[in-house]
């Protein structure tokens, strides 16, 4: 399958952990956007990677949150301290510059106790 | 960026046309009009795009009128299998898209 991948598909975690989320996009895209679903809504975005730079960062992406895409390939979201408000699925989408058609993955979801 | 507006939810029997349209009065010039599927618990699925007049694939056909206010998402002989919620967004085809789905219209297929 040579879409984009996402692990772990669930996670459950206490109130005040640390988690980290990986995303493997499509091999030759090289943009990677991460966003956030919560029940009955459609997905916010949280920020955007050309390649290895983060170039976009949503106000929803609080300073607990941190997202890396080190060597332009697979990317990692990090959430620290964990709240039940971050309770959630976590999807990572990735296109190709020029063709901006977003692929989606089947998410992570995240649920804080 | 556009803001669309959809119906929350539509109900069709299978095997029935399903015409599911989207209001984007302030569409850009260079805004492109694409519709995403999504299934419970899964990533939206690209199903279309289009820019003006009609666009069909192998899944579905997508009208657009000369003022491009509106679009409507057609799916042919719906099925039990169509059952999901459907984004209609709006946004440039160069440059990366800092999407934004709304709420999507849930389509409920009956048998």
């Known amino acids: 399958d040579t879409g984009v991948s996402q692990n772990p598909r669930h996670k459950i975690t206490k109130r005040g952990q640390n988690v980290t989320f990986r995303c493997d996009p499509i091999s030759e895209h090289n943009r990677l956007y991460w966003y956030r679903q919560t029940l009955g809504q459609g997905p916010e975005f949280l920020t955007y990677f050309q390649n290895e730079a983060q170039l976009e960062k949503s106000r929803l992406l609080s300073d607990r949150f941190s997202a890396e895409r080190p060597k332009g390939s697979f990317s990692t979201l990090e959430i620290q301290r964990t709240e039940q408000g971050d309770s959630a699925m976590y999807l990572c989408?990735?296109?190709?510059?020029?063709?901006?058609?977003?692929?989606f993955g089947p998410g992570t979801r995240l649920l804080v106790l | 960026l556009a803001k669309t507006t959809q119906p929350i939810s539509m109900d069709s029997y299978e095997g029935q046309e399903v015409n599911i349209t989207c209001s984007h009065n302030n569409i850009a010039t260079n805004d492109y009009i694409t519709w995403y599927q999504q299934f419970p618990s899964q990533g939206p699925r690209f199903i279309i795009q289009?820019?003006?007049t009609k666009v069909t694939n192998e899944v579905a056909s997508l009208f657009i009128p000369a003022d491009r206010k509106s679009s409507t998402l057609s799916l042919p002989r719906v099925s039990l299998s169509d059952t999901a919620v459907y984004y209609c967004?709006?946004?440039?085809?160069?440059?990366?898209?800092?999407?934004?789905f709304g709420t999507g219209t849930k389509l409920q297929v009956i048998p």
């Open positions: 289009g820019y003006k």
């Open positions: 967004l709006v946004g440039a085809s160069e440059g990366y898209q800092k999407v934004t």
């Open positions: 989408a990735s296109s190709l510059e020029g063709q901006e058609t977003q692929y």
